[in-house]
């Protein structure tokens, strides 16, 4: 997939909260080695560096343009380009810290299990995943690709893998000290329908724009965006309020 650093930044306050609230919540209280598993453009990471400024703090992602943006953001970090299905490190973590990039991995029965897995005794797995399939952002846009001219084209596109809390609990219960699970619903004010078309550029539209030649990208993004702006009337100032829930998981390994 083509991620950008720049388009996913426009919203970075936004995006960036989450993952504070996140990465205050690791009960792990000295933390040698950490590392951000998805970093992006390096916010998280800055944040999980913040909270455990004594530990060695590392990144990675699989988009070049984002770990670029992360080593211009923080020089002194050890960044790398790796796809986290095959991540598998020789040394034992702390904090092993994944913030909204997990829904773009296959087979989380498998996946959650391996990370806890390369924990340290003790350590902590921090998760957080969007939790909006079915949000009128995400449903409108399935509803745009399997309607237009682009729906052959598009049909094969893949939806991040995502589970109810439960699912996620049950998994790892057995297997940790201890497992957290909770699930909050941000409200983002944003400049309009178009502003929320820029969000999800970002991301969610992505697997969609990317199948696209510049004409079908323009025609989808315009059909797209006359759909939100119905489903997200403005408020009397223009803004626009765009409940985004996330689900945030954290799993304690075992002494």
């Given at each position: 997939?083509?991620?950008?650093?720049?388009?996913?930044?426009?919203?970075?306050?936004?995006?960036?909260?989450?993952?504070?609230?996140?990465?205050?919540?690791?009960?792990?209280?000295?933390?040698?080695?950490?590392?951000?598993?998805?970093?992006?453009?390096?916010?998280?990471?800055?944040?999980?560096?913040?909270?455990?400024?004594?530990?060695?703090?590392?990144?990675?992602?699989?988009?070049?343009?984002?770990?670029?943006?992360?080593?211009?953001?923080?020089?002194g970090v050890a960044f790398s380009q790796?796809?986290?299905?095959?991540?598998?490190?020789?040394?034992?973590?702390?904090?092993?810290?994944?913030?909204?990039?997990?829904?773009?991995?296959?087979?989380?029965?498998?996946?959650?299990?391996?990370?806890?897995?390369?924990?340290?005794?003790?350590?902590?797995?921090?998760?957080?995943?969007?939790d909006n399939l079915e949000e009128p952002?995400?449903?409108?846009?399935?509803?745009?690709?399997?309607?237009?001219?682009?729906?052959?084209?598009?049909?094969?596109?893949?939806?991040?893998?995502?589970?109810?809390?439960?699912?996620?609990?049950?998994?790892?219960?057995?297997?940790?000290?201890?497992?957290?699970?909770?699930?909050?619903?941000?409200?983002?004010?944003?400049?309009?329908?178009?502003?929320?078309?820029?969000?999800?550029?970002?991301?969610?539209?992505?697997?969609?724009?990317?199948?696209?030649?510049?004409?079908?990208?323009?025609?989808?993004?315009?059909?797209?965006?006359?759909?939100?702006?119905?489903?997200?009337?403005?408020?009397?100032?223009?803004?626009?309020?765009?409940?985004?829930?996330?689900?945030?998981?954290?799993?304690?390994?075992?002494?």
């Amino acid at each position: 997939m083509s991620w950008s650093a720049k388009q996913y930044s426009a919203f970075e306050n936004e995006r960036t909260r989450p993952v504070r609230d996140l990465v205050a919540a690791i009960p792990t209280a000295e933390v040698r080695r950490a590392v951000d598993l998805g970093c992006g453009p390096g916010n998280s990471t800055e944040v999980l560096a913040a909270r455990f400024p004594q530990a060695e703090v590392s990144g990675m992602d699989s988009s070049a343009d984002m770990v670029a943006a992360a080593r211009k953001r923080m020089p002194g970090v050890a960044f790398s380009q790796e796809d986290i299905s095959t991540w598998n490190p020789d040394v034992r973590y702390d904090v092993i810290l994944a913030n909204a990039s997990l829904q773009w991995v296959p087979d989380h029965a498998t996946l959650y299990p391996r990370l806890l897995g390369r924990l340290a005794p003790g350590g902590s797995l921090a998760v957080q995943t969007p939790d909006n399939l079915e949000e009128p952002a995400h449903r409108l846009a399935r509803a745009v690709a399997s309607e237009g001219p682009w729906a052959a084209k598009l049909a094969g596109v893949r939806h991040p893998d995502r589970h109810p809390a439960d699912w996620y609990y049950a998994l790892l219960s057995p297997l940790a000290q201890r497992v957290d699970v909770w699930r909050t619903t941000y409200m983002h004010p944003l400049a309009g329908a178009r502003a929320i078309v820029e969000w999800f550029k970002g991301t969610a539209l992505l697997p969609y724009l990317n199948l696209l030649d510049e004409d079908g990208k323009a025609a989808f993004l315009a059909r797209y965006e006359a759909a939100v702006a119905q489903a997200y009337p403005a408020l009397p100032d223009g803004t626009v309020l765009l409940p985004f829930p996330r689900l945030f998981v954290i799993a304690a390994s075992k002494a």
